[in-house]
């Protein structure tokens, strides 16, 4: 993995952006965040199926990298959209460079909140407050996947409604994507590793309950 890269998408989103508009080292920055998401995806999933232990380490190493680019490939053709549309004229080439390597910066995020997540799954921490915090790493993630992107864009006037469109559907997309591919942590409850689970609600619905259930608040639907 390229160091200069690597430390670009961290410390220097401006100047990724630029490349990307540019059209330079495309390729290279392309297997560079590929190599990002994942690392960072696969690592950051197995620390939080760890809360499990097993099979579930393996099966979340496998999803989170698997949710993040499902989010890139469903983001892209809408990216393009709002760019061409509020914002500066891009090929779809170029957006979809600026989403892969949005979506590695958000993977290295992930990857920098490893330590926490382990250190809590390590202390004994709930079920619910270890899915809300994993949650919370994830949101912030993705907010700052959008300096990549946000910043291909310029001082335009219509920047700012570009980005409440990017990042509304981005919250959304990846959320729903990541709930979709659960579970992550797994209960120890359970007799056996189920890779996925059946469809039951919607993101921002169970991360409300689960933040009400981590501080003791149950819903009379969960406490029966």
């Not at 999933?45 to 760890?50: C, Q, R």
């Not at 729903?176 to 039951?200: K, N, T």
Request: aromatic content about 10%; hydrophobic content about 55%.
């Amino acid at each position: 993995m390229n160091a200069r890269i690597v430390s670009q998408l961290l410390r220097a989103p401006e100047q990724v952006a630029r490349e990307c508009v540019e059209e330079r080292r495309l390729p290279q920055l392309a297997l560079v965040s590929i190599s990002a998401i994942a690392l960072g995806g696969a690592l950051f999933g197995a620390t939080v199926g760890g809360y499990r232990g097993g099979l579930q380490v393996l099966y979340s190493a496998i999803k989170v990298p698997a949710a993040c680019l499902w989010t890139l490939a469903l983001c892209v053709p809408a990216y393009y959209a709002f760019t061409n549309i509020f914002g500066r004229a891009l090929p779809v080439r170029v957006v979809a460079a600026l989403t892969l390597a949005s979506i590695a910066r958000a993977s290295l995020v992930l990857l920098a909140a490893v330590p926490v997540i382990w250190l809590m799954v390590d202390m004994g921490a709930s079920y619910h407050a270890t899915a809300l915090w994993a949650s919370v790493a994830y949101g912030l993630a993705g907010l700052s996947a959008l300096g990549v992107m946000l910043r291909a864009l310029g001082d335009r006037s219509k920047r700012f409604v570009v980005a409440g469109l990017m990042v509304s559907l981005f919250c959304i997309v990846g959320g729903q994507s990541a709930w979709m591919m659960r579970p992550y942590l797994g209960r120890p409850s359970q007799a056996e590793v189920p890779f996925l689970r059946a469809p039951d609600g919607v993101f921002a619905e169970r991360v409300w309950k689960s933040g009400r259930s981590s501080m003791g608040w149950f819903d009379e639907e969960h406490s029966r």
